[in-house]
């Protein structure tokens, strides 16, 4: 199994949010108040009447870090209590519920198994509700748990073929990719299944999170299976009528087979010329994302740092570094761009590392 699965696919959807190389660091520190009350002064409001004070309590208890564990069988009582039409609990308190069980035990991965099957429970029934909001949520706090909310696989499944919300169905896919993973047995045909029929969903949306989850679960372990899911992916590379779809779908497929063949990655690098600069961002991404096994495309790398778009540039420059010494053709130019004044300083950073990736002051981590 390739081990750059998971980032093939997710890469896509930060690339206009943040460029390659900037980092975030935290300190860890333990909260004993927020807004001057303990943790346990806000559980007590998410047993409240009033549906305000429980939504907010739900929100500020999340904040508490590792602590924040004591309010999940709390939020799951309070969400037991959903009953229409005679005792419905109020949609915010849900929504904010199935936020707060999704971030807490999506980030303590040593959670006790029962509060963990008790919190999947309550969330499987989200995905059958009435409304959208709740639906989505739902599916979104699953995703977050991962394998260890694999009971509510036919729940997902169902959910993805929703025909009133694309959004639901967008989500119930994006988690299948998280839900349904295992190391060992590797991805069930039953949800390869519903993956491939979400390929043909006519939201570009539920498309690209098929490819995503596709990705993100691996290479069966069964040839047949393996075959069968080339062959779902085939005529999307290559006939989608949306460009990001058919250049991550091609990176599905070289994942699935190893396989960079000229024609998977010729595609590709034909888009990193495309009129409109998105594709181009997402074509250099994908690019940079293959890394060494695309060294064929080093060309158009270091064309695309020419690129009246920065995030063009800036993702051309983060794959010229995950190609080491084979693109030291590209290091004079990424050095003018590191020293240039008109260059901002996230581009600025981008091309220095790579210049240090490719050099070897810097090893990749791939």
Partial sequence: MRVWHAAAILCTFAFHNSLPGQTTKTEKIEIKEIGGRSLESWINDIRSKDPGKRSTAIQNVQLFGERSIKAVKPIIDALKKHAPPTSPVDASVRVHGAMALGNILGTLKEADKKL??????????????????????????????GPRASAAIPDLLAAAKEPLSWEVRQAAVAALGAVAWDEKAGPPFVVLKGLFAALGDNAVQVRMAAIQSMTMLGQPDDNKVLLAEA?????????????SIRIWAQVALINLTG?????????????????????????????????????????????ALGDPEPNVVARAAWGLGRMGNAALAAVPILQKISADPKSTDALKRVAQEAVDYITGKKKDKK
Avoid at 116 to 145: F, N, P, T
Avoid at 287 to 300: H, L, M, R, S, Y
């Fill in 231 to 243: 062959n779902a992916l085939d005529p999307v590379a290559k006939k989608d009528p949306e460009a």
């Fill in 259 to 303: 396989n960079v063949a000229k024609e998977r990655l010729n595609p590709i690098c034909d888009l990193a010329e495309d009129k409109e600069s998105a594709v181009r961002v997402e074509a250099v991404t994908a690019i940079g994302t293959i890394g060494k096994d695309a060294a064929a495309a080093i060309p158009v790398l270091i064309k």
């Fill in 116 to 145: 963990v099957a008790d919190a999947v429970s309550v969330l499987r029934r989200y995905l059958g509700d009435g409304q959208v909001i709740i639906q989505i949520r739902g599916a979104q706090a699953l995703e977050d748990i």
